[in-house]
T-cell receptor, first 109, second 115 residues
Framework: EDQVTQSPEALRLQEGESSSLNCSYT??????LFWYRQDPGKGPEFLFT???AGEEKEKERLKATLTKKESFLHITAPKPEDSATYLC??????????FGKGTRLSVIA | GAGVSQSPSNKVTEKGKDVELRCDPI?????LYWYRQSLGQGLEFLIY????????KSGLPSDRFSAERTGGSVSTLTIQRTQQEDSAVYLC?????????????FGPGTRLLVL
């Protein structure tokens, strides 16, 4: 059974304090790993898709990386507007995604 | 362009009543998915439609839950005889062709509260 574990559950950062969120996964055959951002009361917003170990993608202050067992979402010099819940999900051949429970990020000015 | 839309945004109902939730996918997307997000839980897959193929209903939690998709576009998720444990956010997503590893784009969700 595919499993996704995200850590930490919650993270509080000062503005400008860089950090990383972790997504560990076990799947029978990875077809894609997805990162989404979810703001309170809204649906998940797509950020990145990673397909193979060693792949990296960047968008503004965010950078996602992938190994054979985990993915990291690196946040460089975060701003208060980066506060949200970050969700990781995997696809292993069945098209429905399997999600982790998310990391709640708070960035304090 | 327009994203995935869902209605209603919020729904409050009494235990035992039936509810219908609607999803309008991104134009041109042939795959449509329903997920449920309960407090403190991750998103849970419910049902998946791809073109004219039979839907994948493997995630539906009970026979009180059903969904249909008319004309390959709009979908309705129906919950019969609602229970308090059905209270959750119901999210709809769509993707272009339903291929493995394809990005799914989510709507804003319907927040269901069963009293």
């Amino acid at each position: 059974e595919d499993q996704v574990t995200q850590s930490p559950e919650a993270l509080r950062l000062q503005e400008g304090e860089s950090s990383s969120l972790n997504c560990s996964y076990t799947v029978s055959g990875l077809r894609g790993l997805f990162w989404y951002r979810q703001d309170p009361g809204k649906g998940p917003e797509f950020l990145f898709t990673l397909y193979s170990a060693g792949e990296e993608k960047e968008k503004e202050r965010l950078k996602a990386t992938l190994t054979k067992k985990e993915s990291f979402l690196h946040i460089t010099a975060p701003k208060p507007e980066d506060s949200a819940t970050y969700l990781c999900a995997v696809c292993s051949g069945n098209t429905p995604l399997v999600f982790g429970k998310g990391t709640r990020l708070s960035v304090i000015a | 362009g327009a994203g995935v839309s869902q209605s209603p945004s919020n729904k409050v109902t009494e235990k035992g009543k039936d509810v219908e939730l609607r999803c309008d996918p991104i134009s041109g997307h042939t795959a449509l998915y329903w997920y449920r997000q309960s407090l403190g839980q991750g998103l849970e897959f419910l049902i998946y439609f791809q073109g004219n193929s039979a839907p994948d209903k493997s995630g539906l939690p009970s026979d009180r839950f059903s969904a249909e998709r008319t004309g390959g576009s709009v979908s309705t998720l129906t919950i019969q005889r609602t229970q308090q444990e059905d209270s959750a956010v119901y999210l709809c997503a769509s993707s272009l062709a339903g291929r493995q590893g394809e990005t799914q784009y989510f709507g804003p969700g319907t927040r269901l509260l069963v009293l």
